[in-house]
């Protein structure tokens, strides 16, 4: 696997020192499990989401979904619907990636897997012409991912709203550079961002609830994340 060697996700995070948007969050869940899919669409207005893979909704590389997270799933797809639902991971989908993984994420999932040529944050307009997402506003599309520096800012960089997904299924098998350098320091980014009251990126949603996370969590949480 190549997906350690994301020079465009350590660029951004070098960028948010002086542009701190890009990597915060409209929303924070601690899975999947912990955001009302429902009331995103309907009170919300997002009508198509994206998911990150790996950490969000599997074990680092595995091709099937996290056991606990199986009801939630199917949740997702009768909320949204197949055709409004796109996997987009750096380690499938990506000329790195081998297309039999691919096929066969598609067949767990029952939603395609993006295939794209460039590496999240990268690849924004790519994305967005998908036939699924091309007939919507970016500010309909939210982004689901474990990481700050490629899922969140592909978000605030393309208009969409972000979610981000707190809790690692797992450690185990992740690359060593992610688990013991990147995502401590993405997580330490995080917690200035929220103590410094750093504003996301603009969206609908975030001017829907006065530019108060406190609200948009009570509207679009189950529970508050830790």
Do not use: C
């Amino acid at each position: 696997m190549v997906q350690w060697l994301n020079v465009p996700g350590l660029k951004i995070a070098a960028r948010s020192l002086t542009n701190p948007y890009l990597i915060t969050p409209h929303l924070i869940a601690n899975d999947i499990r912990n955001v009302r899919w429902g009331e995103l669409k309907h009170r919300g207005g997002i009508r198509a989401v994206v998911f990150d893979k790996d950490n969000t909704l599997t074990a680092p590389y595995a091709p099937t979904i996290h056991p606990p997270f199986r009801d939630t799933w199917r949740e997702i797809l009768e909320v949204f619907g197949r055709n409004r639902i796109l996997i987009v991971s750096n380690s499938a989908g990506t000329k790195d990636a081998t297309k039999k993984h691919a096929t066969i994420i598609e067949s767990e999932f029952e939603v395609p897997v993006f295939r794209h040529t460039h590496k999240k944050p990268r690849g924004g307009p790519e994305l967005l012409s998908h036939p699924y997402l091309a007939d919507l506003p970016p500010s309909s599309v939210a982004v689901v991912g474990d990481r700050l520096s490629t899922d969140v800012a592909l978000a605030s960089l393309n208009g969409m709203f972000s979610v981000y997904i707190s809790r690692v299924v797992t450690n185990q098998g992740d690359q060593p550079l992610v688990r013991y350098l990147v995502r401590p320091v993405e997580h330490k980014l995080l917690k200035a961002v929220t103590r410094a009251r750093v504003q996301p990126a603009a969206h609908p949603i975030w001017d829907d609830f006065n530019n108060d996370r406190e609200k948009t969590e009570e509207a679009f949480l189950k529970q508050r994340a830790d």
